[in-house]
């Protein structure tokens, strides 16, 4: 009985750890902070989806498809995740329907970043070595299929959680609130592993593409060749992005090791992962692949910078 008790204790010890509130100065601080940055991040975004939308040189070139998707995603992933990240110092505590909508979405699209990653390396590689048959290969309608198909091996993880979730809790637990997180959500120990297990799954078959891909074209290709130089860093450029990726799937074990590790109090912690998992990715990425792509730079130079207009008969790289 002491044993037990001592073990409840030390689990109430433990939840009333986490459960401390900031002072209201580091909370508005906080939340301005990530505000400010979805804000500055989704406006370069929709930049970018507005330069593409603008111009139909873009709208018939599956990379720059490929890449819009991903800009998008991205959009949504971060209003909705700045959206939990706010309504966890305002209210704390919400309804557990509706956080299970909000974390369906962010799954959703968390799923379909590194899956996104993989097309868009699959067309680089198609595009440097089988040149000849790649507007056979990569059409837009496929391109669009493709999306389709990344959407519905998401839906395939997400969902099968979804219907466990509503054939293994009550109808109460749906009307209750809780903290709205997804270890707090989906609860169980066997839906935890089912998660890993898929995690492990998707991301060795993505970063085996990115590998094939990257060495197909470093051997393929002469070492003289620029597009092909280009193509071997856009292919890295992938593998960072898929690393930074990585940080969602490690987020809760890193903040569990550096909980017992690091002086930093335990909220301060979890914002500082909350900025690598989920805003420092979102941050690299049009920077990475719209600022860095030359077509995509001349256009955004019109909107930033209000320029004389831009040649629309150029075509994309």
């Known amino acids: 009985m002491n044993i037990s008790a001592d073990s409840g204790m030390q ?7 986490v459960m401390v509130r900031d002072p209201f100065e580091i909370v508005v601080t906080k939340n301005v902070i990530v505000v400010i940055l979805c804000i500055t991040i989704n406006y370069i975004n929709g930049t ?24 998008l995603n991205d959009m949504i992933q971060l209003i909705i995740a700045a959206l939990l990240h706010v309504i966890s110092y305002i209210f704390f505590h919400i309804n557990a ?10 799954i959703f699209t968390t799923l379909n970043t590194p899956l996104n990653l993989a097309g868009m390396a699959f067309e680089c590689y198609i595009a440097v070595c089988n040149p000849l048959r790649h507007t056979q290969i990569c059409t837009v309608s496929r391109t669009y299929i493709l999306i389709c ?5 998401g839906a395939i993880s997400v969902l099968s959680d979804l219907f466990l979730l509503l054939a293994t ?16 959500l989906f609860r169980h120990a066997f839906m935890k592993n089912k998660r890993d297990i898929s995690h492990a799954i998707c991301l060795s078959f993505v ?11 470093l051997f393929a290709a002469k070492a003289v060749n620029k597009d092909a130089r280009k193509a071997r860093n856009t292919i890295l450029l992938h593998a960072a992005q898929l690393l930074l990726c990585m940080f ?20 301060d912690l979890r914002f500082l992962i909350y900025l ?11 920077i990475l692949y719209g600022l860095r792509d030359k077509s995509f730079r001349k256009y955004l130079k019109r909107y930033f910078l209000c320029n004389a207009k831009v040649n629309v008969s150029d075509h994309p790289e």
């Open 248 to 267: 969602t799937y490690i987020g809760h074990p890193l903040e569990t090791l550096l909980r017992y590790t690091s002086p930093i109090n335990i909220q």
């Open 207 to 217: 970063w085996f593409i990115l590998v094939f891909t990257y060495f197909k074209i």
């Open 149 to 153: 198909i990344i959407w519905a091996v």
């Open 276 to 286: 690598i998992i989920h805003i420092l990715p979102r941050f690299l990425s049009p």
């Open 97 to 106: 329907s509706f956080c299970c909508i909000l974390l369906v979405i962010v």
């Open 169 to 184: 809790e009550s109808n109460e637990f749906f009307l209750s609130a809780i903290f709205c997180h997804r270890d707090q």
């Open 11 to 17: 689990k109430n010890m433990s939840f009333t750890r």
């Open 48 to 71: 970018l989806v507005h330069t593409f939308f603008r111009h139909e040189i873009f709208k018939e070139n599956p990379r720059y498809i490929l890449f819009i998707h991903l800009v």
